[in-house]
């Protein structure tokens, strides 16, 4: 494999951005990355993507929810990840509230499969509603990168049509 092929943005357009995302402790680490990304480059956020990972718990929705003051001292001294206590704190507040969506909803996809064909301002609207630290910029991003909204790839691009036969939730016809 070639350092192109091997370079983590190009590991992540071709196998990520914009693919369909199965489980709700996934959408919930992808939303925490991209949460994090804010203010900086997304490459930093991948090269840390396992640290993220390992140290959220594997992305579990339910052990996050329940982060203690402990927990909170323990990210903010982890040096594999982005040391910030509003992000970390995001991350700890948006689990319960995905708690409260799955018992209303029965999962976090659910939820958000509720509100396919939505613009991208009624989507910021609604997570600005349930959620912190999700602006325009990471509810778009967000939603592109889970399949929620086009745009993560455009037609001309190989992986657009990968993406369009596996049914992307944005090609989803809500009428």
């Not at 993507?49 to 982890?78: C, G, H, P, W």
């Not at 990471?138 to 993406?163: V, W």
Request: charged share 25%.
């Amino acid at each position: 494999m070639s350092l192109e092929e091997d370079h983590p943005h190009r590991l992540y357009h071709d196998k990520e951005y914009g693919f369909p995302i199965g489980s709700d402790d996934e959408l919930f680490g992808r939303l925490l990355l991209e949460i994090n990304q804010a203010g900086l480059s997304w490459i930093t956020i991948l090269k840390k993507q396992e640290n993220f990972k390992n140290a959220y718990s594997n992305f579990s929705i339910e052990k996050v929810a329940n982060y203690t003051e402990k927990d909170i001292d323990r990210l903010l001294n982890d040096s594999g990840i982005i040391r910030n206590r509003l992000k970390v704190g995001a991350a700890i507040h948006n689990a319960k509230a995905i708690l409260d969506l799955q018992k209303e909803h029965g999962s976090f996809e659910a939820f958000l499969d509720q509100h396919i064909g939505y613009e991208l301002a009624d989507w910021v609207k609604l997570f600005k509603k349930h959620f912190n630290f999700t602006g325009g910029e990471i509810c778009n991003e967000f939603l592109m990168s889970s399949s929620y909204l086009p745009g993560a790839h455009d037609e001309n691009c190989q992986i657009y049509k990968e993406i369009a036969s596996r049914n992307p939730k944005w090609m989803i016809s809500t009428k």
